[in-house]
C-alpha cells in the first residue's frame, strides 16, 4: 500500500479534535482521551470552479496518553506529506501542539519528526522550541462565530457535492477483494486498511445524529444522548480551513491574472516625429 505523490495545485490538510471520553466508571479521565484525524486531499480547479475535498483518510485514537496522540498526529503528518495541520488549541490540543513544536523521536520506525510551528497566531508559535521551524500549524481557536462558520461551512458543501467520503464499511470486502495478494494479508493489517473505511460510517452516523439549534446570530451543533461529536469537529475544521485557502488561491490567482493582462499592453511611444 502506497501513499500517491501529490498532483500540480493539490493541498493536503490533516484535522485533528482532541475530545475526553466518558470512562466506563462513569468518571472522565485523561486515559480516555479520543483523537480524530482527517486527511483531506485538496486539489484548486485553475478554471474558476469550486475545488474537491476528498476526504482519503479518517482514523480514530483512544485511551492514549498525551505523548502518543501527538505521535501519531506528527506520524500521519509525515506519512501524507501534509501541508497543514489545524488542530483545536482552546483545551486538549495545546498540550499536544506543545509537544508538535519540538523535535519528536519516533521509537518504532527509529527516526526524528522535526519540530514545526504556528501559522496564524504568534504567541502560540512563540511556545515552538526551534528557531525558523516551518510553520504547518493552524491553531484553532474557536469561538461560538467560528464553530457556527464551520457547521455551516461543512453543511453547505456536503449539500453541493463538494465533499467525497470514502466508501463506507459495508464495501470494503467488494473493493479490495479485487486487490492482488489482499487475501494473503494477515487479520490485523486487513482491519488496519479497513478502519478508515469503519470510521467513515462512523463519521456519518454521528452527522445524522446531530442536533442544531440557532442561539442569537450563530448555529450552535450539539450530540444526542450517548452520541458524540468530536468526528464532526475535526471534519468541520478541516473543510473549513479547506474553503480559507481555497478563497485565498482565487484571490492570487485573479490578482496574477489582472497584472498579466496589464502587462500585455505595449508601452505608449511618445516624442515620435512624423
Given at each position: 500500500?502506497?501513499?500517491?505523490?501529490?498532483?500540480?495545485?493539490?493541498?493536503?490538510?490533516?484535522s485533528?479534535?482532541?475530545?475526553?471520553?466518558?470512562?466506563?466508571?462513569?468518571k472522565?479521565?485523561?486515559?480516555?482521551?479520543?483523537?480524530?484525524?482527517?486527511?483531506?486531499?485538496?486539489?484548486?480547479?485553475?478554471?474558476?470552479?469550486?475545488?474537491?475535498?476528498?476526504?482519503?483518510?479518517?482514523?480514530?485514537?483512544?485511551?492514549?496518553?498525551?505523548?502518543?496522540?501527538?505521535?501519531?498526529?506528527?506520524?500521519?503528518?509525515?506519512?501524507?506529506?501534509?501541508?497543514?495541520?489545524?488542530?483545536?488549541?482552546?483545551?486538549?490540543g495545546?498540550?499536544?501542539?506543545?509537544?508538535?513544536?519540538?523535535?519528536?523521536?519516533?521509537?518504532?520506525?527509529?527516526?526524528?519528526?522535526p519540530?514545526?510551528?504556528?501559522?496564524?497566531?504568534?504567541?502560540?508559535?512563540?511556545?515552538?522550541?526551534?528557531?525558523?521551524?516551518?510553520?504547518?500549524?493552524?491553531?484553532?481557536?474557536?469561538?461560538?462565530?467560528?464553530n457556527?462558520?464551520?457547521?455551516?461551512?461543512?453543511?453547505?458543501?456536503?449539500?453541493?457535492?463538494?465533499?467525497?467520503?470514502?466508501?463506507?464499511?459495508?464495501?470494503?470486502?467488494?473493493?479490495?477483494?479485487?486487490?492482488?495478494?489482499?487475501?494473503?494479508?494477515?487479520?490485523?493489517?486487513?482491519?488496519?486498511?479497513?478502519?478508515?473505511?469503519?470510521?467513515?460510517?462512523?463519521?456519518?452516523?454521528?452527522?445524522?445524529?446531530?442536533?442544531?439549534?440557532?442561539?442569537?446570530?450563530?448555529?450552535?451543533?450539539?450530540?444526542?444522548?450517548?452520541?458524540?461529536?468530536?468526528?464532526?469537529?475535526?471534519?468541520?475544521?478541516?473543510?473549513?480551513?479547506?474553503?480559507?485557502?481555497?478563497?485565498?488561491?482565487?484571490?492570487?490567482?485573479?490578482q496574477?491574472?489582472?497584472?498579466?493582462?496589464?502587462?500585455?499592453?505595449?508601452?505608449?511611444?511618445?516624442?515620435?516625429?512624423?
Amino acid at each position: 500500500v502506497r501513499i500517491p505523490p501529490k498532483q500540480n495545485g493539490e493541498i493536503r490538510l490533516l484535522s485533528a479534535d482532541i475530545a475526553l471520553m466518558q470512562s466506563t466508571s462513569g468518571k472522565k479521565g485523561g486515559n480516555n482521551d479520543a483523537t480524530s484525524l482527517f486527511l483531506n486531499r485538496q486539489v484548486m480547479s485553475d478554471n474558476g470552479g469550486r475545488s474537491k475535498k476528498q476526504i482519503v483518510y479518517t482514523q480514530n485514537y483512544e485511551g492514549l496518553r498525551t505523548e502518543d496522540q501527538a505521535l501519531q498526529i506528527r506520524r500521519a503528518i509525515y506519512d501524507f506529506d501534509a501541508d497543514w495541520l489545524i488542530i483545536d488549541c482552546r483545551g486538549l490540543g495545546l498540550p499536544i501542539v506543545d509537544l508538535l513544536m519540538a523535535d519528536m523521536y519516533d521509537p518504532d520506525r527509529g527516526i526524528t519528526y522535526p519540530a514545526l510551528g504556528c501559522f496564524n497566531n504568534e504567541e502560540i508559535n512563540k511556545r515552538c522550541k526551534v528557531r525558523n521551524a516551518p510553520k504547518k500549524i493552524w491553531a484553532m481557536l474557536a469561538t461560538n462565530e467560528i464553530n457556527s462558520q464551520c457547521a455551516l461551512t461543512l453543511r453547505e458543501e456536503l449539500k453541493q457535492g463538494n465533499v467525497q467520503l470514502l466508501r463506507g464499511e459495508e464495501d470494503f470486502d467488494d473493493i479490495f477483494s479485487q486487490v492482488q495478494g489482499f487475501n494473503k494479508l494477515s487479520l490485523l493489517d486487513k482491519l488496519k486498511l479497513k478502519a478508515p473505511y469503519m470510521n467513515t460510517t462512523l463519521t456519518i452516523n454521528e452527522l445524522i445524529n446531530l442536533e442544531t439549534e440557532i442561539k442569537g446570530n450563530y448555529v450552535k451543533v450539539r450530540e444526542k444522548s450517548g452520541c458524540r461529536k468530536d468526528r464532526f469537529s475535526s471534519l468541520s475544521y478541516n473543510i473549513w480551513l479547506a474553503n480559507q485557502l481555497e478563497k485565498e488561491y482565487v484571490a492570487t490567482r485573479s490578482q496574477k491574472s489582472i497584472q498579466d493582462i496589464v502587462f500585455q499592453f505595449r508601452q505608449p511611444v511618445t516624442g515620435k516625429r512624423y
